[in-house]
T-cell receptor, first 113, second 111 residues
C-alpha cells in the first residue's frame, strides 16, 4: 500500500521551460510535505517543503503547491536548467516531526538543451 | 558540520555473512532514520530512533535485520545472515525535527 505516489517515473523538459512534477498521497494524517533531489551515487538532498496549513511555498525557481482536498502536491521549476536533471522524490510526514518520512518512488527529470 | 556520515560506501559480501553498516548523524539532531533504496520499492523506511530510542521498526523486513543506536552520535544496521535480495543502497538520515538530512549511502551487494 503506497501512501505517497509519483505516477510519472520520468519527465523530459526543454531547458528554459517549466518542469512540473506531481505527487499524490492517501494518508490524511500527513501534515508536512517535502521534495528531495537526488543525483546518482549521492544521498537525497532537501529541496523545499510545505506545511499542510499552506497551499504554496516558493523558493527561487522552485515552487511547491499543495491541494489538500485532492491530496495532491506539485513541484514547479521555472526556468528549468541542465543542473536540474536528477531524480525528485516527494515525501510526507505526520506526527509533528518525530516520525519518519514516507517517500514516493521518484520521478527522473531530464532537462534537454 | 560534515553532514551525515555513513560507512562503508560500498560493501560486497557473500551470502550468509554478517554485514554491519554504520552511521554518524549530524550533531544535535535528535532523530535518526535508516532507509533502503531498491528499484522495485523505492526508498523504504526501515527503522527510526528518537533520542537514541527505537520508535518504529515495522519497516525492518525480517529478523535478520537489526539496528542499534548506543549513543547520540552513532548507529548501526546489521544484517545477519545476509542474502542476495538484501542488495540495495542503504541510507541513514538525521533530523532536528524538520527536514531530514541524508548520508551518501552504502551500496550493499550480496553475492
Amino acid at each position: 500500500d503506497q501512501q505517497v505516489k509519483q505516477n510519472s517515473p520520468s519527465l523530459s523538459v526543454q531547458e528554459g521551460r517549466i518542469s512540473i512534477l506531481n505527487c499524490d498521497y492517501t494518508n490524511s494524517m500527513f501534515d508536512y510535505f517535502l521534495w528531495y533531489k537526488k543525483y546518482p551515487a549521492e544521498g537525497p538532498t532537501f529541496l523545499i517543503s510545505i506545511s499542510s496549513i499552506k497551499d504554496k511555498n516558493e523558493d527561487g525557481r522552485f515552487t511547491v503547491f499543495l491541494n489538500k482536498s485532492a491530496k495532491h502536491l506539485s513541484l514547479h521549476i521555472v526556468p528549468s536548467q541542465p543542473g536540474d536533471s536528477a531524480v525528485y522524490f516527494c515525501a510526507a510526514r505526520s506526527g509533528g516531526g518525530a516520525d519518519g518520512l514516507t517517500f514516493g518512488k521518484g520521478t527522473h527529470l531530464i532537462i534537454q538543451p | 558540520d560534515a553532514g551525515v556520515i555513513q560507512s562503508p560506501r560500498h560493501e560486497v559480501t557473500e551470502m550468509g555473512q554478517e554485514v554491519t553498516l554504520r552511521c554518524k548523524p549530524i550533531s544535535g539532531h535528535n532523530s535518526l532514520f535508516w532507509y533502503r533504496q531498491t528499484m522495485m520499492r523505492g526508498l523504504e523506511l526501515l527503522i527510526y530512533f528518537n533520542n537514541n530510542v527505537p520508535i518504529d521498526d515495522s519497516g525492518m523486513p525480517e529478523d535478520r535485520f537489526s539496528a542499534k543506536m548506543p549513543n547520540a552520535s552513532f548507529s548501526t544496521l546489521k544484517i545477519q545472515p545476509s542474502e542476495p535480495r538484501d542488495s540495495a543502497v542503504y541510507f541513514c538520515a538525521s533530523t532536528p525535527g524538520t527536514e531530514a538530512f541524508f548520508g551518501q549511502g552504502t551500496r550493499l551487494t550480496v553475492v
